[in-house]
Nanobody
């Protein structure tokens, strides 16, 4: 069982920045595809950004050019740098780790962007 511990959420004004971190409790971290999802009240959870074991990245269209996902395999950590934040980015952000048939989720961290 892999545990994912997220940090870095909070309250920020529109136009501001936050960096989310997610640390995984596995020595096989480098094999995992890591991703950030978010879920706003009354909406479905959506994929925000993903980074493969080979560091290929994909992004939700609405965050392209503002968010950057990266990973540090030596620290078992994935990051989400969020710039130019908008009120519509307000949501609970979840870290996800996926490899083969294994799929794990973090507890979520709240990001609130005020206008």
């Amino acid at each position: 069982q892999v545990q994912l511990v997220e940090s870095g959420g909070g309250l920020v004004q529109a136009g501001g920045s936050l960096r989310l971190s997610c640390t995984a409790s596995t020595s096989a971290f480098a094999l995992y595809t890591m991703a950030w999802y978010r879920q706003a009240p009354g909406k479905q959870r959506e994929l925000v950004a993903q980074i493969s074991s080979g560091s290929t990245t994909t992004y939700l269209d609405s965050v392209k050019g503002r968010f950057t996902i990266s990973r540090d395999n030596a620290k078992n950590t994935v990051y989400l740098q969020m710039n130019s934040l908008k009120p519509e980015d307000t949501a609970v952000y979840y870290c996800n780790a996926n490899y083969w048939r294994s799929d794990y989720w973090g507890q979520g961290t709240q990001v609130t962007v005020s206008s």
